[in-house]
């Protein structure tokens, strides 16, 4: 069975997926807003803000890990949460690169989107 897509159709899909993407960096940049408006009026605003982003922080960390270790890479530790004050990091996953560099630059690639 084959499917023709028109090119209408195409561009509702791609002005779909534009949408989205603007949509998830403004929402981005609002909560980082938010959270530096918290943190310079009420410090426990900020953790309060921060907590409440553990199960993002998670999910997030865990999917760094998983394509890292399928692809090959070795993961050497993973931390879920963190608060990190200095940096803002509120978690991260290490790993070291296996294989010849074109391996290597793939899991670099994949482990960091």
């Known amino acids: 069975m084959r499917t023709e897509w028109s090119t209408e159709a195409l561009g509702y899909s791609f ?7 603007v949509g998830a960096v403004l929402l981005g940049f609002f909560f980082s ?3 530096q408006f918290a943190a310079r009026h009420n410090p426990l605003g900020a953790n309060l803000i921060n907590y409440g982003t553990i199960p993002g922080v998670m999910h997030h960390e865990l999917s760094h890990a998983l394509l ?13 949460f ?32």
């Open 33 to 35: 807003y938010i959270r």
């Open 68 to 80: 890292a270790f399928l692809t090959g890479a070795k993961i050497q530790e993973i931390k879920l």
């Open 82 to 113: 963190q608060f990190n004050h200095s940096s803002g990091a509120l978690g991260y996953v290490s790993y070291a690169t296996r294989g010849n560099f074109v391996l290597q630059s793939i899991q670099k690639v994949l482990a960091s989107i």
């Open 15 to 21: 002005g779909s997926v534009c949408v989205v993407l």
